[in-house]
C-alpha cells in the first residue's frame, strides 16, 4: 500500500482534529486484499462515470498483496457500471483465472501480464479505449507543459510507438508496453490509447488515467483553437509535477470519488 514517505506535500491540513483522509495500514493480508478490490471496483466505476466504456474494451488490474503474481481485474463483457466485488477475476501472468466465472479480455491480458512481471514494484494498471485520449495518441506526441494539470504528466510519461494500432493477442506483444514503464506513470500508445501504472495503489493509477485523458482533451481543444500556447517553462513544470503529480496525490484525488460513490452506488459491494 501506499508509502508514508509519499504524505510529503503542500496538502496537508496543519490543524489537528480536521477531517482528512488517511492512507490505511494493514496488518492482515485479507484486509488489504478487501480493500483493493473495493478500490478496484469503485475505479472501474469511476470509468462509467467518466464515460470511458467501449464495448468490451478497457482493463484495470491490482496484484493481490499476498500472491503478488496474480492480479485483480475487471471480467470480460460486464459494462464498467456493472463490476462488482463479486464479479471481479483473479488472473495469472498466464492469462488464466484462478478465481471468478467470468472469462478474462485476451488484450488485456497481454498489456497488463507482461509490464506486471516486468515491474514487480508496479501494484496497478489502467487502460480504455477513451475518445481524447485515443484521438491524442494518433498524433504520436506526449503531453505538452501547457497547464498546471498537464505539468503533472511532465517528464513521467512516454509515448510508444512500436506496434502502434495493432491488437495485442500474444504474449510477446505487450513486451514493448512493459520496457516504456520503467520509472514513469503513464504512457501515450501511439494509435491505440492510454495507458496508466501505479506503485503505490489502483486508487492512484485510476486517478491519473483520468487526469491523463483531461489533459489530451485539453490539448486537442487548443490545437483546434488554431493559437499557439505558452508551455510552462521546464523548471515550474518539475516542479508543479512534484507538488501535484505525485502517487500521493493521485490517491488523494481520487478520495473525492471514492466518498460520491460509497454514497451513491452501495452496490458496488454486492
Not at 79 to 85: Q, T
Not at 128 to 152: F, L, M, N, S
Amino acid at each position: 500500500m501506499l508509502d508514508l514517505g509519499d504524505r510529503i506535500s503542500i496538502y496537508q491540513p496543519e490543524q489537528d482534529g480536521l477531517i482528512f483522509p488517511e492512507l490505511p495500514q494493514f496488518d492482515d493480508p485479507a484486509d488489504e486484499r478487501r480493500h483493493r478490490k473495493e478500490r478496484l471496483v469503485a475505479a472501474c466505476r469511476a470509468f462509467a462515470l467518466q464515460g470511458f466504456d467501449y464495448g468490451f474494451a478497457g482493463h484495470l488490474t491490482v496484484r493481490d498483496p499476498e500472491r503478488p503474481e496474480l492480479y485483480w481485474t475487471n471480467p470480460m463483457c460486464v459494462h464498467f457500471a456493472k463490476v462488482r466485488m463479486s464479479n471481479l477475476i483473479l488472473v495469472d501472468h498466464e492469462g488464466t483465472v484462478v478465481e471468478g466465472r467470468h472469462a478474462v479480455n485476451r488484450a488485456g491480458f497481454v498489456l497488463h501480464a507482461n509490464v506486471h512481471e516486468a515491474h514487480p514494484d508496479i501494484i496497478a494498471m489502467c487502460h480504455a479505449h477513451t475518445v481524447h485520449g485515443t484521438a491524442w495518441a494518433a498524433t504520436g506526441r506526449p503531453i505538452e507543459p501547457i497547464t498546471q494539470d498537464a505539468c503533472a504528466f511532465y517528464e513521467d510519461h512516454v509515448v510508444i510507438g512500436d506496434e502502434a494500432g495493432a491488437v495485442a493477442v500474444e504474449n510477446h506483444a505487450g513486451s514493448n508496453v512493459a520496457q516504456a514503464f520503467k520509472g514513469v506513470k503513464a504512457a501515450i500508445h501511439q494509435n491505440h490509447g492510454l495507458l496508466t501504472a501505479s506503485r503505490h495503489s489502483i486508487e492512484s493509477a485510476a486517478f491519473w488515467f483520468i487526469a491523463l485523458e483531461r489533459c489530451c482533451r485539453q490539448q486537442l481543444e487548443i490545437a483546434a483553437s488554431g493559437i499557439a500556447p505558452t508551455f510552462v517553462p521546464a523548471d515550474r513544470a518539475r516542479y508543479s509535477r512534484e507538488h501535484v503529480g505525485s502517487e500521493y496525490i493521485g490517491w488523494l484525488h481520487f478520495q473525492t470519488i471514492w466518498n460520491q460513490l460509497i454514497e451513491d452506488q452501495p452496490d458496488m459491494f454486492d
